[in-house]
């Protein structure tokens, strides 16, 4: 079964430093991995997503992120964080089978928190 | 820049009683989700739905659920008989028109279900 899993609750960063969220997951095959976003009483923003070639995705907001797929990570990384960064970070996880309907496995979230 | 949209954004009602939640997609996406989010848990998958018909759907989605796009641009997920458990956050999601492999999926903003 497809599995996504951010061990992490909660991220304490101090402004200006860089920061990592972390996400593990398990899927047969070769994934398709995504972050998103959440903001207080919004929706998910789509951040960037890894979908081939090199490992190391750039998205949104400075943000960026790492495929490794000998440890099945793929962490969410700034190399300097904002206050405005406090949110709350899903990551996702899609499978490429064939008949795939692009159903998303989201992991539980981190709480992100940038202090000033 | 294009946008899902959600209607209501908080709805509430008796348990037993019937609620549809509607959503108008990204004009030229092809497929559609419903995902929802209970206060503090992750995001789940409810049903994908393309080419008028749902392609997966979760356990979820029983048969007190139904999904409809009665119209070619909005969105439907109608619960037929909601019970307290049904309260959470429900996202209403599209993606692209060339096909499934790179597209992310863009979220609106979430009707807020209140079942008392």
């Known amino acids: 079964a497809q599995s996504v899993a951010q061990p992490e609750d909660q991220v304490n960063v101090a402004e200006g430093n860089p920061l990592t969220v972390k996400c593990t997951y398990s899927?047969?095959?070769?994934?398709?991995l995504f972050w998103y976003v959440q903001y207080p009483n919004r929706g998910l923003q789509f951040l960037l997503k890894?979908?081939?070639?090199?490992?190391l995705v750039k998205g949104s907001y400075g943000f960026e992120a790492e495929f490794n797929k000998s440890q099945t990570s793929f962490h969410l990384k700034k190399p300097s964080a904002l206050v405005s960064d406090s949110a709350l970070y899903f990551c996702?996880?899609?499978?490429?089978?064939?008949?795939?309907?692009?159903?998303?496995?989201f992991g539980q979230g981190t709480t992100l928190q940038v202090k000033p | 820049e294009p946008e899902v949209t959600q209607t209501p954004s908080h709805q509430v009602t008796q348990m037993g009683q019937e609620v549809i939640l509607r959503c108008v997609p990204i004009?030229?996406?092809?497929?559609f989700y419903w995902y929802r989010q209970i206060l503090g848990q992750k995001v789940e998958f409810l049903v994908s739905?393309?080419?008028?018909?749902?392609?997966?759907k979760s356990e979820i989605f029983d048969d007190q659920f139904s999904v409809e796009r009665p119209d070619g641009s909005n969105f439907t997920l109608k619960i037929r008989s909601t019970k307290l458990e049904d309260s959470a956050m429900y996202f209403c999601?599209?993606?692209?028109?060339?096909?499934?492999?790179?597209?992310?999926?863009?979220f609106g903003p979430g009707t807020r279900l209140t079942v008392l």
């Open positions: 999601a599209s993606s692209g028109g060339t096909g499934l492999i790179n597209n992310e999926q863009f």
């Open positions: 899927v047969s095959g070769n994934p398709y």
């Open positions: 890894y979908i081939t070639g090199d490992n």
């Open positions: 996702a996880v899609r499978g490429r089978s064939s008949g795939n309907t692009g159903k998303l496995i």
């Open positions: 004009s030229n996406h092809l497929y």
């Open positions: 739905f393309y080419n008028n018909e749902i392609s997966e």
